[in-house]
């Protein structure tokens, strides 16, 4: 009998163990492409001409609205929902749809028809939020995702002829409401810090509309970058405006939207009380009130966090 016979004999006898050879660990898969663990490279797509849309694309004139966590933005998509002609679902997360080929054929048979995987992935979404807005019987498709800001470009590069709406809150009010929504999660410091991405997104987001980057029709910003109001293909507007004067803000980006004010807008909760759903824009008691409630008192100058303070000033709220 082998040694290793005997060893498990005796093992067996004593212990009810026995000994067996290791089964040889697959080797690790290498990273691709120098991707970040669970999170693919931005495909290649192209940017459909302006004569190529009616071919392209099935909604026209989406409006993004480009703002950061715990912003408000919520409250903005229920009151522009409550309008006759415009639309705004829960959160759609739409960047997060992914498409890719079965096979190295399939590949072949897209690339023939002069689409790649993010052509591919354009289509998917652009029909997602067209067939939304079919199912409204509404007019305009309005999308609020925080996270869209991310791809701002490849957004302006999907829709040539998006709108964007920028809704701007201050920072250390951001800050705190993130905090707030999970203090178990999240420090105060550790939720200004995830927030600041998101501000920082948008930030260079509002910086490319700005500079005309990719937009059509824009005529660039007139007054500070701290300002309110309408150029070109993007409209500005803060949170805090919006709580002391809901009226006087929508009735301007309604304008900006070419569609009329409505009254009923303002009260919100009578004409939708059930696109609010957990963990798609905010959910509280306060948004389910149906009506624009008081924002919160702005932070003192000496409550600004260093972390904070550039993002203050860029956005007019320090000096």
Same mark, same amino acid.
């Given at each position: 009998m082998?040694l290793?016979g005997n060893?498990n004999?005796a093992?067996?006898?004593?212990t009810?163990?026995?000994?067996?050879r290791?089964?040889?660990?697959?080797p690790?898969?290498?990273?691709?492409?120098g991707?970040?663990?669970?999170k693919?490279?931005t495909?290649?797509?192209?940017?459909?001409?302006?004569g190529?849309l009616?071919?392209?694309?099935l909604?026209r004139?989406?409006?993004?609205?480009?703002?950061p966590?715990?912003?408000?933005s919520?409250?903005?998509?229920?009151l522009?929902?409550?309008?006759?002609?415009l639309?705004?679902p829960?959160?759609?997360?739409i960047?997060?749809?992914?498409v890719?080929?079965?096979?190295r054929?399939?590949?072949?048979?897209?690339?023939a028809?002069?689409?790649? &995987? =993010?052509?591919?992935e354009? /289509?998917?979404? @652009?029909?997602?939020?067209?067939r939304?807005?079919?199912?409204s019987?509404? #007019?305009v498709?309005v999308?609020?995702t925080?996270?869209?800001?991310?791809?701002?470009?490849r957004i302006?590069?999907?829709w040539p002829d998006?709108?964007?709406?920028?809704?701007l809150?201050?920072p250390?009010?951001?800050a705190?409401?993130?905090?707030?929504?999970?203090?178990?999660k999240r420090?105060?410091?550790e939720?200004?810090?995830?927030?600041?991405r998101?501000m920082?997104?948008?930030d260079?987001?509002?910086?490319a509309a700005t500079?005309?980057?990719?937009?059509?029709?824009?005529?660039?910003d007139?007054?500070?970058?701290?300002?309110?109001?309408?150029?070109g293909?993007?409209?500005?507007?803060r949170?805090?405006d919006?709580?002391?004067d809901a009226e006087?803000?929508? &009735? =301007?980006?309604c304008?900006f /939207?070419?569609v @009329?004010f409505?009254?009923?807008m303002?009260d919100?909760?009578?004409r939708d #009380?059930?696109?609010v759903v957990k963990?798609?824009?905010?959910?509280?008691d306060?948004?389910?009130?149906g009506?624009?409630?008081?924002g919160?008192?702005?932070?003192?100058?000496?409550?600004i966090?260093?972390?904070l303070?550039p993002?203050?000033?860029?956005?007019?709220y320090?000096?």
């Amino acid at each position: 009998m082998s040694l290793m016979g005997n060893l498990n004999r005796a093992l067996s006898a004593t212990t009810g163990l026995q000994v067996r050879r290791a089964t040889p660990a697959a080797p690790p898969q290498p990273n691709k492409a120098g991707a970040k663990p669970g999170k693919r490279p931005t495909p290649v797509y192209r940017c459909p001409a302006p004569g190529d849309l009616a071919t392209d694309r099935l909604l026209r004139r989406p409006v993004f609205i480009m703002s950061p966590v715990r912003s408000g933005s919520t409250l903005l998509r229920m009151l522009l929902n409550a309008h006759p002609r415009l639309h705004s679902p829960h959160e759609l997360h739409i960047r997060r749809l992914e498409v890719d080929f079965g096979s190295r054929l399939s590949q072949r048979a897209m690339s023939a028809l002069d689409l790649e &995987r =993010g052509d591919l992935e354009h /289509l998917l979404w @652009d029909r997602v939020m067209h067939r939304e807005l079919v199912r409204s019987g509404k #007019d305009v498709l309005v999308e609020k995702t925080p996270s869209n800001a991310f791809v701002h470009r490849r957004i302006r590069d999907c829709w040539p002829d998006a709108r964007f709406v920028f809704l701007l809150r201050h920072p250390v009010s951001i800050a705190r409401s993130w905090h707030e929504g999970d203090p178990d999660k999240r420090t105060f410091d550790e939720a200004a810090a995830d927030a600041l991405r998101y501000m920082k997104a948008v930030d260079n987001a509002r910086n490319a509309a700005t500079a005309g980057h990719g937009d059509h029709g824009d005529h660039g910003d007139t007054d500070s970058h701290g300002g309110n109001g309408s150029h070109g293909d993007h409209y500005t507007l803060r949170y805090e405006d919006l709580t002391a004067d809901a009226e006087k803000e929508m &009735r =301007g980006l309604c304008a900006f /939207l070419d569609v @009329d004010f409505e009254p009923s807008m303002l009260d919100y909760g009578r004409r939708d #009380d059930t696109q609010v759903v957990k963990g798609l824009g905010d959910w509280r008691d306060k948004i389910r009130t149906g009506q624009v409630q008081s924002g919160r008192a702005l932070p003192a100058e000496d409550e600004i966090p260093e972390l904070l303070r550039p993002m203050c000033a860029a956005w007019g709220y320090s000096s």
